[in-house]
């Protein structure tokens, strides 16, 4: 069993950046690939990120690819989504997840965070 819990949402002006961060309890940590979804009003929720179970490979959307970079810490069993160069389309509740591989498939993510909320002004 894994709980996530997300921080570091909140309000940013366009151009901005913010910090996820995403805090895994166990021991298991290291064996999950992570995700990082956003769901925004009336879309579906979508991968954006996700890295693998050592860090090594990581995959990104191309709305984000080149803005935002997630990278995860297995000695402290946290994940992060670093994002820069903020859009008010990037505006959403960024969920962490975590599942066996990497995959865009939400359905395969055993696990999932609460959420935290990111708006992003013009």
């Known amino acids: 069993q894994v709980q996530l819990v997300e921080s570091g949402g909140g309000l940013v002006q366009a151009g901005g950046s913010l910090r996820l961060s995403c805090a895994a309890s166990g021991r298991t940590f290291s064996s999950y690939a992570m995700g990082w979804f956003r769901q925004a009003p009336g879309k579906e929720r979508e991968l954006i990120a996700g890295i693998n179970r050592s860090g090594g490979s990581s995959e990104y959307a191309d709305s984000v690819k080149g803005r935002f970079t997630i990278s995860r810490d297995n000695a402290q069993n946290t994940v992060y989504l670093q994002m820069n160069s903020l859009k008010p389309e990037d505006t959403a509740v960024y969920y962490c997840?975590?599942?066996?591989?990497?995959?865009?498939?939400?359905?395969?993510?055993?696990?999932w965070g609460q959420g935290t909320q990111v708006t992003v002004s013009s």
């Open positions: 997840a975590a599942g066996p591989v990497i995959t865009y498939n939400m359905r395969t993510y055993a696990y």
